[in-house]
């Protein structure tokens, strides 16, 4: 029942900026914690950004500053806009959602950013 649509991903030149998006369906929106995570190639996966249904904010350390996570119930949506995008950010970026005291919650289907001249 539950889906979650991401779009914005691409290629960037190092200093560059994106806009992620995630759009949910089959959900109460405002009733789950979301999240941006993303993983390279021969990594594990990595928090980079979360917002609590409460607004609660956190942001993985390599990207405080340049990174700002936001969300819209009323379209339940939630947005990762990077700026100042080093090669290092070159990830699979996939959008998650959870309600808390869960022990799975729901993926998106994951967009590829490159940082890359």
């Known amino acids: 029942q539950v889906r979650l649509v991401e779009s914005g991903g691409g290629l960037v030149q190092p200093g560059g900026s994106l806009r992620l998006s995630c759009t949910a369906s089959?959900?109460?929106?405002?009733?789950?914690?979301m999240g941006w995570h993303r993983q390279a190639p021969g990594q594990q996966r990595e928090l980079v950004a979360g917002?609590?249904?409460?607004?609660?904010?956190t942001y993985g350390d390599s990207v405080k500053g340049r990174f700002t996570i936001s969300r819209d119930n009323a379209k339940k949506m939630v947005t990762l806009q990077m700026n100042n995008l080093k090669p290092e950010d070159t990830a699979v970026y996939y959008c998650?959602?959870?309600?808390?005291?869960?022990?799975?919650?729901?993926w998106g289907q994951g967009t590829q950013v490159t940082v890359s001249s």
């Open positions: 998650n959602q959870r309600l808390r005291g869960s022990s799975t919650g729901f």
């Open positions: 089959g959900s109460i929106f405002s009733l789950y914690d």
């Open positions: 917002i609590t249904s409460g607004g609660t904010i």
